[in-house]
C-alpha cells in the first residue's frame, strides 16, 4: 500500500496538517488560512471570512477521502473534538477562547480532519483526546480577549458558549435586547477576541473587493434575503447551508440595520416586516422601528 504519510503530504501540499493516532485510527488535521476583512464602512454589514475558508476545506475534505479510499485506505468517519486533535496532533495550541492557535495562521484558519483506518503517526489515547486541553501558557496571563468579549462569557475557568455572539446569530433569537446590540454590525461571525489576540499580531486584514461591497451593502442584504431562497443564492459559498435559512438571515439583516449608526435609513424595510410570519423577523424588525423613535 502507498506510504500514508507521503501520499496525504502530495494532497495536502498547500495546507498546514498534523497527524496523530488513537485506537487504532490515524486522524489527520488540515488547516486552510483566511485573512480577515476590515470592520466594514458604513452601510454594511460584517460577513467573517471564516465561513469562506470553512466552506472549502469542507469540500477539500470529501475530494481527499475519495482519493483516499481510491488508494486503498479504509477512511472512517470522526467523532472526536476537531481543536483537541488539532492540540494533539500539534497543529496548534488552545487559547482562552477555546480557539485554536498555530504558528503560521493564528487562529485565522479553518480546521478539516481526515480519519483512516490504522496507525501512521503518534499514538494518544482517546480519553485523553475526550480530556479539555489546558489552555498555552501565555493566555493564562494575558486575558486580552476576555476583556473585549462584548458578552463577557471568556474567562479562564469557562467559556459560556450560549452567550456568545456567534450562538444568537445561529439561533436569530433576537429577544435579548443585550445580545441584539452587542452584535453590532456583524451579520454572521464575531471576529472581536481574535483582532485583539496576540497569536495573531502578525496578520494584515484587508478591505472589502467590490463584489462583497455589493454582497454585504444592508439594502442588498435585506432584499435579497426578504426574497426567498432564491434570492439568497448568490451567498451560498459565503454562509454554507445557512444560505437556506432567509427568515433568519432577515431578521439578522434587520438588527444590524437598527445597530447602524443611521436606523432611519431603514425605516421602510421594518415597516414591511412588522407582519412577517415569522417571529424572529417580527423582534428585529419591531427593535428597528424603536431605534428609528430613539432617533
Known amino acids: 500500500m502507498t506510504d500514508y504519510i507521503e501520499f496525504i503530504s502530495k494532497l495536502l501540499s498547500e495546507a498546514e496538517w498534523a497527524s496523530v493516532s488513537a485506537d487504532g485510527i490515524t486522524y489527520t488535521v488540515f488547516a486552510l ?7 466594514p464602512p458604513e452601510g454594511y454589514a460584517f460577513v467573517d471570512s471564516y ?5 472549502r476545506a469542507y469540500f477539500l475534505r470529501k475530494e481527499l477521502v475519495k482519493k483516499l479510499t481510491d488508494e486503498g485506505f479504509e477512511t472512517v468517519e470522526c467523532n472526536l473534538p476537531y481543536k483537541s486533535l488539532a492540540y494533539h496532533s500539534g497543529l496548534g495550541v488552545p487559547l482562552r477562547s477555546t480557539l485554536i492557535a498555530n504558528k503560521k495562521f493564528g487562529t485565522r484558519m479553518a480546521l ?10 503518534k499514538e494518544v489515547t ?11 501558557a501565555f493566555c493564562r496571563t494575558c486575558g486580552i480577549c476576555e476583556s ?8 479562564a475557568e469557562s467559556f459560556e458558549r450560549n452567550k456568545c455572539i456567534r450562538s444568537v446569530q445561529e439561533s436569530a433569537d433576537l429577544t435579548d435586547k443585550d445580545a441584539a446590540k452587542a452584535m453590532g454590525t456583524q451579520l454572521w461571525g464575531c471576529d472581536i477576541c481574535q483582532r485583539c489576540c496576540p497569536f ?14 455589493t454582497l454585504f451593502n444592508l439594502d442588498n442584504l435585506y432584499n435579497a434575503f426578504s426574497s426567498g431562497k432564491k434570492g439568497c443564492e448568490p451567498y451560498r459559498d459565503i454562509l454554507g447551508g445557512n444560505y437556506l435559512r432567509p427568515a433568519k438571515l432577515t431578521a439578522l439583516t434587520l438588527n444590524v440595520m437598527a445597530n447602524s449608526t443611521d436606523p432611519e435609513k431603514y425605516r421602510k424595510y421594518a415597516e414591511e416586516s412588522l407582519n412577517h410570519n415569522d417571529i424572529r423577523v417580527r423582534t428585529a424588525a419591531q ?8 432617533n
Open 126 to 136: 482517546v480519553d485523553d483526546i475526550l480530556k479539555k486541553p489546558e489552555m498555552a
Open 33 to 39: 488560512p483566511y485573512t480577515q476583512l476590515d470592520f
Open 148 to 155: 473585549v468579549c462584548p458578552r463577557g462569557c471568556i474567562s
Open 51 to 55: 465561513y469562506v475558508a470553512s466552506n
Open 287 to 294: 427593535r428597528l422601528t424603536d431605534k428609528t423613535t430613539e
Open 112 to 121: 478539516e480532519i481526515i480519519a483512516v483506518r490504522g496507525v501512521y503517526a
Open 200 to 213: 495573531n499580531s502578525h496578520l494584515e486584514s484587508r478591505e472589502m473587493t467590490e463584489e462583497e461591497k
